[in-house]
């Protein structure tokens, strides 16, 4: 006899209104004293803010590495054709690769230095798995962006993640400016959690990873929490990175500039946070999406 174990609900996201819940969890779970490269200023500004910029996590070098793997895996015809490969509904350039880390043992390697997971541990106090990579390609002359959302809320909706332990990582593999659609941030807003309203669509993740709907916040919580927080414009130089927690409310603009955009993700959860059953959708999405693999990071 199969028995389900029950997980209560913290944060109701997806009925019939929109409803914001105070944070339930912390943001920082390690300890003062648990080892890792963050400085504790650097904890208490990501505690208060919800994102930490590094200005060079990786060396112009390993940069090269990686933008030529990028390249390689966008034009690998088996890849495009590949279901983890997105592409932009107009121009049919490829988006965004999903499961790179699996696809390729350079960005494995990537995920296993400890210049990275090293930091995903010691923010979430635990062992970590990855619940998320892909790397994102915004070529210039009109990649679209991406609404405003909080991560978590479609991983607690259609993923089953109970908590809000898990923190992501952006690694820019070419220039942000301030033009070509980089991530914006409004600081503060990881400490409420704004549940959306409307149900989720069966197979919704078909169409939000080319453009979001289902899980958006209203125009006029989107105008309270801009005024209350203001928004943070992240740039930096290939080679930068930007931490944020799961629940920060983020978004990027289009790039209509002549200047590409890309960067590979990385979505670290806690080995002590699985994903359970979706709390607001009829079925799981895919394991390329959503990790149901929840080995540690070695």
Known sequence: ????????????TRGATEVATPRQDPVVWGSPDTPGPVP????????????????????????EVYKRELDR?????????DERSIVEPKSQEIRSVFEVHKISEVFANLVRDERVVGRARQILGSDVYVHQSRINVKPGFGASGFYWHSDF?????????PNMRTISVSIALT????????????????????????ATPKDNYKKSLQMQDAG???????????????????????????WFDCNCMHGS????????RSNVFIVFNSVENTAVEPFAAPIRRPEFIGARDFTPVR
Not at 73 to 81: C, E, K, T, W, Y
Not at 153 to 161: F, M, R, S, V
Request: hydrophobic letters at 35%; charged letters at 20%.
């Open 253 to 260: 603009g289009d790039n209509i500039t002549p200047f590409p």
């Open 73 to 81: 895996m966008v034009g690998d015809p088996a890849i495009r054709a």
């Open 1 to 12: 006899m199969t028995t389900t174990t029950h997980v209560t609900d913290l944060y109701p």
């Open 175 to 198: 220039e942000n400016y301030d033009t070509n659609g980089g991530l914006m941030i409004m600081p503060g807003s990881h400490k409420t959690f704004l549940g959306c309203a409307g």
């Open 216 to 242: 958006t916040p209203s125009d006029e919580a989107l105008t309270k929490m801009a005024s209350e927080y203001g928004i943070k414009l992240f740039t930096g130089k290939a080679g930068s990175a930007t």
């Open 153 to 161: 809320e479609t991983w607690h909706a259609e993923d089953g993640l």
């Open 40 to 63: 504790a200023s650097d904890l208490q500004a990501l505690d208060r803010d919800g994102f930490l910029a590094v200005d060079q996590l990786i060396g112009p070098d390993e940069v």
